[in-house]
């Protein structure tokens, strides 16, 4: 197993991990839970170049993961 190359911003690192376990995951405004946009269930991912490009962009937001890795395809 590879190790996860560092990217020098923690917060991106704690997203990427949780990705990598399952996890959907968006990005809240810094130093709150509250989602950057609207529709952030939907936009939550576990795509790592899509969460590589909004910390690129948001350096200081939070990673929020959604509930459940499932949880998107529980139709609700």
Not at 29 to 40: E, L, S
């Amino acid at each position: 197993m590879s190790t996860p190359q560092q990217t020098g911003n923690p917060l991106l690192e704690a997203a990427l991990a949780q990705a990598r376990l399952g996890f959907h995951i968006y990005h809240a405004r810094p130093g709150t839970k509250r989602p950057q946009w609207t529709g952030y269930k939907e936009r939550a991912t576990t795509d790592e170049a899509t969460l590589t490009a909004w910390w690129t962009r948001y350096p200081h937001a939070n990673p929020m993961a959604l509930h459940s890795p499932r949880r998107r395809d529980c139709g609700r």
